[in-house]
């Protein structure tokens, strides 16, 4: 029997926001790869950190790579899979990003590494979300209350 891959999904990882319209953009996403300026693959989009600045005249963001962690200003909440994107490329598709908070969302969904397979510092990224009021939602531990 082979094993099931689930698919992530938006919820997964957004928790709550505001408003879809104040806290989301739809975005082209760019391939900016610092390494060593290869194409990329990235299935199953939801999760990824992207990095730059949204603007009126500029729809586009770039996917963020580990040692650009700090840089981080928001995570794809929804799109199609990224294939093959070359150095340089912009997709043609748009993707849902959470650009701004108020927001929650679960950092262990998050993607585990970068375009490239280098592991994120999860606790940079977070620095760098949480200053654009894009916060982790801390479940609670439950505990097993004694009989009585």
Not at 116 to 141: C, Q, V, Y
Request: hydrophobic content about 40%.
């Amino acid at each position: 029997m082979s094993a099931k891959t689930f698919i992530k999904r938006m919820s997964d990882v957004l928790k709550w926001e505001a408003h879809p319209g104040f806290c989301r953009r739809s975005v082209k996403i760019k391939n900016t790869d610092p390494n060593n300026g290869s194409a990329r693959t990235i299935r199953n989009v939801v999760g990824t950190p992207v990095k730059g600045t949204y603007s009126g005249a500029t729809k586009v963001l770039e996917l963020a790579y580990a040692a650009e962690a700090a840089n981080v200003t928001g995570i794809i909440v929804g799109g199609p899979d990224i294939v093959d994107l070359a150095d340089d490329a912009t997709t043609t598709q748009l993707y849902d990003v959470l650009y701004i908070g108020p927001a929650l969302i679960d950092y262990n969904q998050l993607k585990a590494s970068d375009p490239a397979a280098a592991a994120w510092t999860l606790a940079t990224i977070k620095t760098a979300l949480e200053a654009r009021s894009i916060h982790e939602l801390e479940e609670p531990t439950l505990t097993e209350s004694p009989d009585v």
